[in-house]
């Protein structure tokens, strides 16, 4: 059994905190290179082969943003996520945008994904599988891999973040885990990714890396930098 934190991510979507209502660009970037490609306002190109309508898990969803994104590309997207307060957000802001999500949304335990093998042709993930445990992060990209027929699409926090976490000594190379002190979701862990750790988190799964891009952001004014890796995993 894992600490997977439920009570300190309850406790930050109760303040308020990660509720961010547009997608990422990146991952808007993702769906149109490799899902379905936007051709005129509901016109698209469908990339991947499917006989039926095409299936996406936003694998820790917070509030749905990238959800709802899912449907507004006439995706069947599912939400899955520990906070149940996160879950009945996401609830709002697909009311909000338009959509009916009853059935595609759910908060589950944290370890086994409640979905049956190759469910989904497409995973998508932002910012989860860096906000935990290292061995719990390799332990559910294994089930990811159950769950998912092709493309999983994931953003990893980088080494070049360590200036955020006043706990980090060695801020030069850190690829290790903290657990956060910070106001912002205190007392959840983050671990930090560097090239090598990305490799020995897929080495035991039935993904490859198929496109990696590092974007990392400095300040014009302090010496703050920030980075993260933007991946599609293959099968
Ligand atoms: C930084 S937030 C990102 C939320 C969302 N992906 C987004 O980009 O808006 C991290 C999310 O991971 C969720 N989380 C933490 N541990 C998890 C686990 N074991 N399984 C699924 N989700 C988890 C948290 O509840 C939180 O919603």
Not at 54 to 75: K, Q, V
Request: net charge negative.
């Amino acid at each position: 059994m894992f600490d997977i934190k439920k009570d300190n991510w309850e406790s930050s979507y109760a303040k308020g905190q990660n509720f961010i209502y547009y997608p990422k660009e990146e991952t808007v970037k993702f769906l149109n290179r490799f899902i379905k490609k936007k051709k005129s306002l509901n016109k698209y190109i469908q990339l991947i082969d499917s006989p039926q309508k095409l299936r996406g898990l936003d694998f820790g969803c917070g509030i749905g943003r990238m959800t709802i994104l899912l449907h507004e590309f006439d995706i069947d997207g599912y939400g899955i996520d520990i906070s149940q307060n996160a879950i009945v957000e996401a609830k709002k802001l697909s009311e909000y945008f338009g959509f009916n999500l009853e059935g595609f949304l759910q908060a589950y335990d944290g370890e086994k994904i409640p979905f049956d093998d190759n469910y989904f042709d497409f995973t998508i993930s932002e910012g989860v599988l860096d906000s935990m445990p290292f061995e719990l992060a390799k332990r559910l990209i294994k089930d990811i891999d159950r769950v998912t027929k092709k493309y999983f699409f994931l953003s990893l926090i980088s080494v070049e973040s360590a200036d955020i976490f006043r706990q980090v000594k060695d801020k030069e190379f850190f690829d290790g885990e903290v657990e956060v002190e910070e106001e912002h979701e205190k007392g959840t862990i983050q671990s930090l990714f560097s090239r090598q750790k990305i490799e020995e988190f897929i080495k035991d799964t039935n993904f490859k890396i198929k496109w990696c891009e590092l974007h990392t952001v400095d300040s014009c004014i302090s010496n703050y930098q920030h980075g993260r890796w933007y991946l599609v995993l293959e099968k």
